[in-house]
């Protein structure tokens, strides 16, 4: 099956990174390496790209799609949590920029026997990375009552997650759940026909999404990730996050805000003790895309792209003591 992946704000995605072309970028999630064609385009021989992917099928496809570009190119089959690591091990030097776009792509989504579509019936899996950890079919069959209403609301954001918690725990008593359409049905049965017609989508929607961000610890991730992009940086380089729910977007806004703050102790202080260092300049506020890329790619519907630069040591202000 093609690879197909539209990607998303890329004008916006490479203005945000104003590429160098002698310069070394970052991309954290590959896909199929819509973005990053577009940005080894740009880069001269000096020039390099690092992409990560935890999906096989991804890095495949990004293999074949980023070959013949006169720049060096690495291509590395890991999670993004290894930044530091992979960073390491390639001895890449401080970086121009970095980006993260982050979820699933649209060729996981497409690809039924993935178990990621509640529109299509097939085994409950939704691992981004198939050969590590837990799968749906373990978080929906093993987890207790409790566990599976906090993630339904808290990574679903489903009002009625406490009964379809308590569906899911009456229907697999009698049988392992394996399979999205059961799923899709146990879902459908716990929420009146009545609600399910009057709420914004099938509740199943924001069940699997919540699923989904479980069995791959999506949010768990992301400040430790973004952190060490960020440090990995050189002065003047850029950090771009594309987030797709709120739940990745607060993330991404609260720690580049973080990492934009110097002193941070509490204001009844009468001196600094935390010696927090500015660290980044954020660059405007969140970007949305245009209505024409709207009207091409629904996925780009709840897209915001964040942007930070790093500061250079000497203009790293040392801030007022908060209490000050
Ligand atoms: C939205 S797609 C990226 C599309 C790409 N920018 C393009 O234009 O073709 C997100 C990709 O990130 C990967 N991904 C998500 N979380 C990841 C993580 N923690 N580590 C590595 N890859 C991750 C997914 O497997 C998926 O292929």
């Not at 008593?173 to 899709?184: A, D, N, Q, Y």
């Not at 989904?212 to 940086?233: C, M, P, Q, S, Y």
């Not at 949305?288 to 519907?301: D, G, M, V, W, Y």
Request: hydrophobic share 40%; with cysteine; glycine share 8%.
């Amino acid at each position: 099956m093609e690879f197909h992946h539209v990607s998303v704000m890329p004008e916006e995605v490479l203005d945000a990174l104003q590429i160098d072309p002698d310069g070394v970028y970052v991309d954290c999630t590959l896909g199929g390496a819509g973005h990053s064609r577009r940005i080894a385009e740009r880069l001269s021989q000096k020039g390099r790209l690092i992409g990560l992917d935890q999906d096989a099928e991804a890095i495949a496809a990004a293999k074949e799609r980023l070959a013949g570009f006169p720049c060096r190119i690495d291509i590395v089959h890991s999670n993004f949590r290894r930044l530091g690591e992979v960073l390491s091990e390639l001895d890449a030097p401080p970086l121009s920029g970095v980006l993260f776009d982050l979820g699933v792509s649209s060729h996981q989504l497409d690809t039924a026997e993935r178990g990621f579509s509640y529109m299509q019936d097939a085994p409950l899996d939704m691992r981004m990375n198939p050969e590590a950890g837990q799968n749906a079919a373990d978080v929906v069959n093993t987890y207790s009552e409790e566990e599976l209403s906090r993630i339904f609301h808290d990574y679903g954001e489903e009002r009625w997650g406490k009964r379809i918690a308590e569906f899911i725990v009456k229907a697999r008593g009698e049988k392992p759940i394996e399979r999205t359409g059961e799923l899709v049905d146990i879902v459908s049965r716990a929420v009146p026909k009545a609600v399910r017609r009057a709420q914004n989508g099938h509740p199943a929607k924001r069940i699997f999404q919540a699923i989904r961000i479980e069995v791959n610890d999506e949010l768990g991730i992301l400040e430790a990730a973004f952190k060490t992009a960020v440090h990995h940086l050189k002065p003047g380089g850029r950090i771009a996050i594309l987030t797709f729910h709120s739940l990745e977007d607060r993330i991404a806004k609260r720690t580049l805000q973080e990492m934009a703050r110097g002193c941070i102790c509490p204001p009844e202080l009468p001196v600094c003790i935390c010696h927090h260092q500015k660290e980044v300049r954020l660059l405007g506020k969140a970007k949305k895309a245009t209505k024409e890329e709207l009207a091409e790619n629904s996925r780009a519907k709840s897209a915001k792209l964040r942007v930070a630069e790093k500061l250079a040591v000497e203009q790293e202000e040392v801030e007022e003591h908060a209490g000050a």
